[in-house]
């Protein structure tokens, strides 16, 4: 059962910015963390930015930071991703997911995952 759907991905040259949404129908994360997280073909998946249950605690991984905002609308239950100044390294299949805790808890890792959407930067 697909519990969070993302969207907002697509094709765009280096430089230029997309914001990625992530959905919960099924208002599974409304108290929790929510953290988007990327993979590339034969990479592990690592995580991007991660948002605590009412937005006030937020997380970058370090080549992120700067160019990545994540935001969250309780009202919606969505979390969105913007990413500015996108670079060809940041190719890959993003993936929205949510914590058992109220805040994020990447050791742990996860409870329920997205199913991806595509970003890919041309150079």
């Known amino acids: 059962q697909v519990r969070l759907v993302e969207s907002g991905g697509g094709l765009v040259q280096a430089g230029a910015s997309l914001r990625l949404s992530c959905k919960d129908p099924?208002?599974?994360?409304?108290?929790?963390?929510v953290g988007w997280y990327r993979q590339t073909p034969g990479k592990e998946r690592e995580i991007v930015a991660c948002?605590?249950?009412?937005?006030?605690?937020?997380y970058y991984a370090d080549s992120m930071e700067g160019r990545f905002t994540i935001s969250r609308d309780r009202t919606k239950n969505t979390v969105d991703l913007q990413m500015n100044n996108l670079k060809p390294e940041d190719t890959a299949v993003y993936y929205c997911?949510?914590?058992?805790?109220?805040?994020?808890?990447?050791?742990?890792?996860?409870?329920?995952w997205g199913q991806g959407t595509q970003v890919t930067v041309s150079s």
């Open positions: 997911a949510s914590f058992r805790q109220a805040y994020c808890s990447p050791s742990t890792g996860p409870q329920y």
């Open positions: 099924r208002r599974t994360f409304s108290n929790n963390g």
């Open positions: 948002v605590n249950w009412n937005g006030g605690d937020k």
